[in-house]
């Protein structure tokens, strides 16, 4: 059951326009309707969010298909409470280069320069990360006055070293592990993570 605010009702497929706006009650009359219910909702989206009479949300994460699976909705999640625009441009480009230089990626190629500006995008707009080859490709092209395809070629130069590249990893995996590496650190220097004391993996 599902409600939502009159003034914004839209749907389009039976499916809400402001899914963020939606508020679901699920009423059940015994303890294994509740455990039945969380265990849908977790199965569906791995996470399931529990507010308490505070208004403070405690999530309740899976951690069956796995621990990093587990750690990179727990990262996600917490990234979406971090608001970028009280981050610097410096900042954010530091988290991107600590990263980086983690993998002793040359400063002076191209494929670098490119990789660097794409973990930036990315990371103010994480959507592109689901779209790699065909948004942030294009983007990174016309930003550097190359084709997507000299994108491409630039970043597999540039990440020619890394062991994810010599165990055969594409260009688009080693970006979205960049990419989960600079969330995650993001979310920890800024202190992001809600409720970290209560928090165990």
């Given at each position: 059951?599902?409600?939502?605010?009159?003034?914004?009702?839209?749907?389009?497929?039976?499916?809400?326009?402001?899914?963020?706006?939606?508020?679901?009650?699920?009423?059940?009359?015994?303890?294994?309707?509740?455990?039945?219910?969380?265990?849908?909702?977790?199965?569906?989206?791995?996470?399931?969010?529990?507010?308490?009479?505070?208004?403070?949300?405690?999530?309740?994460?899976?951690?069956?298909?796995?621990?990093?699976?587990?750690?990179?909705?727990?990262?996600?999640?917490?990234?979406?409470?971090?608001?970028?625009?009280?981050?610097?441009n410096?900042?954010?480009?530091?988290?991107?280069?600590?990263?980086?230089?983690?993998?002793?990626?040359?400063?002076?190629?191209?494929g670098?320069?490119?990789?660097?500006?794409?973990?930036?995008?990315?990371?103010?707009d994480?959507?592109?990360?689901?779209?790699?080859?065909?948004?942030?490709?294009?983007m990174?092209?016309?930003?550097?006055?190359?084709?997507?395809?000299?994108?491409?070629?630039?970043?597999?130069?540039?990440?020619?070293?890394?062991?994810?590249?010599?165990?055969?990893?594409?260009?688009?995996?080693?970006?979205?592990?960049?990419?989960?590496?600079?969330?995650?650190?993001?979310?920890?220097?800024?202190?992001?993570?809600?409720?970290?004391?209560?928090?165990?993996?």
């Amino acid at each position: 059951m599902a409600f939502e605010s009159e003034t914004n009702h839209r749907t389009a497929f039976g499916y809400s326009m402001n899914p963020e706006r939606e508020v679901g009650f699920y009423v059940v009359c015994s303890d294994r309707m509740i455990l039945d219910n969380i265990n849908s909702l977790m199965r569906k989206r791995g996470m399931v969010g529990i507010s308490d009479t505070a208004g403070r949300l405690h999530y309740l994460v899976d951690a069956r298909t796995g621990v990093p699976s587990a750690v990179k909705r727990i990262t996600g999640q917490a990234l979406k409470g971090l608001d970028h625009s009280s981050l610097s441009n410096a900042q954010l480009l530091q988290g991107v280069e600590n990263v980086l230089d983690r993998y002793f990626l040359d400063r002076i190629l191209l494929g670098t320069r490119i990789a660097r500006y794409m973990l930036v995008q990315s990371v103010r707009d994480p959507s592109l990360m689901s779209a790699v080859t065909k948004r942030l490709y294009p983007m990174a092209g016309k930003e550097f006055g190359i084709s997507a395809s000299q994108v491409e070629r630039n970043l597999r130069y540039a990440f020619r070293k890394m062991r994810l590249f010599e165990e055969g990893r594409r260009n688009v995996y080693i970006l979205r592990k960049l990419f989960d590496e600079v969330t995650a650190l993001l979310v920890r220097n800024h202190d992001c993570i809600p409720y970290p004391a209560s928090m165990s993996i």
